[in-house]
């Protein structure tokens, strides 16, 4: 493929979106068999509720050893939490990968303007949730 | 209700989400946050978690087809982003400080009479192209796309600090509510960029995949996304958004104006609705 071709800049794009969607429904779709296997059948509303006193305020462990500890053990909530990763993380590789494709264009402007955006999206995805006051 | 009809149920309400979230623009958390909240019961904020899960998935379910078919502009996309995520952290920061029902009732207010000049506008196929100058010519907010027909369209920009002005409220919003952030975007490229629809409401698409991810962690770490809800929301809305994405690129910029404008009505109506206490 030729990266300085501006066509091939959304051919990049495009695939990167397609793959982290195709990639994520899978696992979500592997998650919900699991799920409809092991508790299809029980009362959905003891997994809807919200505990609005403590955090998290759901009845899940939102942690990442947690996460890993559930992805080991064939957790089907684990599995679905995992492609829910997947999934919110495809956008951020897309603009991780524009930075590139500007670069390789030699758009040094828009190199600029796609890293203040990835600098920014890091921030706020990573950063705020540690700042006390944010997101009362 | 068992686990497995909640599965069924929200599977099939989210395909709808996705064909229409992916049209207009919008994350399809308009129609799956009543249908939890109202109709099931749901907690709002479960409801809103599960909404931030459908903005992503309708986003990149229906970008990448608006992308490769480049309808999409890639760069209005970008140069927008750095007003919807400065905004979102803005919104987020603030959060603490703002009465939620007063936000939604502006907003909304806002929402509605902006239906106004959309209204105007129904009818309009491609705009009257302005001239290219100044920072939009700086930044090439520029482009063309192939409509279904085979008729290729040349398109520019115009008051690209209006939009960016526009854009940033939506990413206010976005990380103060985690709602309504499509329909201000979208605005933006209409009214003051001056861009076809199709363009607007695909690079809107793009943008707010970008602009929910930014507010995804706070909700993950909170624990409002949950796996049971947001499972078959993102399973059903990745389908809904890749049909959405075939019904747009054929339809005329007309008839996705009046879908917008429809849809506005409806959003407008709950947020102040919401405002008002009733859950949607």
Known sequence: MNWRNPESMNVVIGKVLRYGVILSGTIILLGIAGLAATNGLSDVSGMLAYNPNAVPHDSIDVSLGGLANGLVTFSAISWIELGVIVLIATPVSRVVISVFLFAAEKDRLYVLITAVVLALLLFSMLVTPFIPGFHA | ?280
């Open chain 2, 1 to 280: 209700m068992f686990v497995l009809e909640f599965v069924i149920l929200m599977f099939f309400v989210s395909i709808f989400a996705g064909v229409f979230g992916s049209i207009v623009g919008l994350g399809g958390g308009i129609v799956v946050i009543p249908v939890l909240t109202i109709l099931l019961g749901v907690d709002i904020h479960f409801a809103i978690g599960a909404s931030i899960v459908a903005i992503i998935g309708t986003s990149s379910g229906s970008a990448s087809t608006y992308v490769r078919d480049k309808v999409t502009n890639l760069r209005v996309g970008m140069f927008l982003e750095l007003a919807s995520t400065s905004g979102a952290i803005t919104g987020a920061a603030v959060a603490a400080y703002t009465n939620s029902a007063a936000l939604e009732t502006i907003f909304g207010s806002i929402l509605l009479i902006s239906l106004v000049p959309m209204v105007m506008k129904i009818g309009e196929d491609i705009p009257k192209s302005p001239e290219l100058r100044g920072v939009s010519k700086r930044l090439g907010l520029a482009g063309s796309y192939t409509e279904s027909d085979g008729r290729v369209v040349n398109y520019n920009s115009t008051r690209p600090i209006e939009g960016l002005a526009g854009t940033a409220v939506a990413g206010v919003l976005s990380g103060l509510l985690g709602i309504g952030g499509g329909a201000f975007k979208v605005l933006s490229m209409d009214l003051a960029m001056k861009l076809p629809m199709k363009v607007s409401t695909t690079t809107s698409n793009f943008m707010i995949g970008v602009t929910a991810a930014a507010s995804a962690g706070i909700y993950f770490a909170r624990g409002d996304v949950d796996p049971v809800i947001v499972a078959p929301v993102a399973l059903g809305i990745l389908i809904g958004a890749a049909i959405g994405a075939r019904i747009l690129l054929r339809s005329r910029n007309t008839t996705v104006r009046k879908f917008f404008a429809l849809v506005l009505a409806v959003a407008a109506i709950e947020m102040i609705l919401s405002a008002l206490g009733v859950s949607v």
